[in-house]
């Protein structure tokens, strides 16, 4: 007999891969294809369950952007005992993440939604793109910066702005060059995310830790340096 947990666990995954079944709906066929009816056809479910899910449309549409955000995995784990290279490998996973998101089919055909339709409708979704999309990984990201200034292992007055500079350092302009349309590039998303974290580190290490992370070697020397589309 299945739990309540077991339920919710399958209530779960169904419903996510409703969502998966509409981002890609998205990404082949625009915003024209991402109807209630096509949504359902493209998951085998009801447009009632549709319905219960999501409510409306906007619903919908804000469930896939904050499923695709849940992609960008950043939890922080503790860093203050294991020091500067846990806090590092912490900020290179989540950065290799952010840059696969980012670069996916689906990031680009939600961004380009977001602007095509930015401030026409009544429901911008441009703002679900941010309170659903941005706005989390930024929370969770800079809950992990914030630990490392406790603990003392990176130093900066701002959190705002601390998170953007690493943003900027990790994202540079390729979602930009993506979003225009400029054919993808290969790159190493784990390597430009070490740079990233490298150059970062540099910017906003502690007194007593800016040495070891100057020291390190990896993908911040030139020799070492990932791709850029």
Known sequence: MATSETQGEGH??????????ALALLVEGGERALTTAGVARAANCSKESLYK???????????MITFQASKVRAE???VGARGLPALRAQLVGIATNLLRVLAGDVSIALNRLA???AHRDAADLGQLVLDHGRRPIETRLSA???????A???????????YATLYG????????????????QPFSPAARAEQAVDQFLR????EETTGPARERTGSGSPNNAPNTP
Do not use: C, Y
């Open 144 to 150: 992990l910066l914030e630990a490392g200034r406790d």
């Open 115 to 117: 602007i095509g339709k």
């Open 169 to 184: 350092l990790v994202v540079r302009d390729m979602h930009v060059r993506l979003l225009l349309g400029e054919p993808k």
């Open 53 to 63: 899910w999501f409510g409306d449309r906007d619903g919908l549409l804000a469930a």
């Open 12 to 21: 779960s995954a169904r419903r996510n891969a409703v969502l998966e079944s």
């Open 76 to 78: 922080p784990q503790p």
């Open 152 to 162: 003392g292992l990176i130093a900066f007055d701002d959190t705002r702005e601390a």
């Open 203 to 206: 910017l906003f290490g502690a």
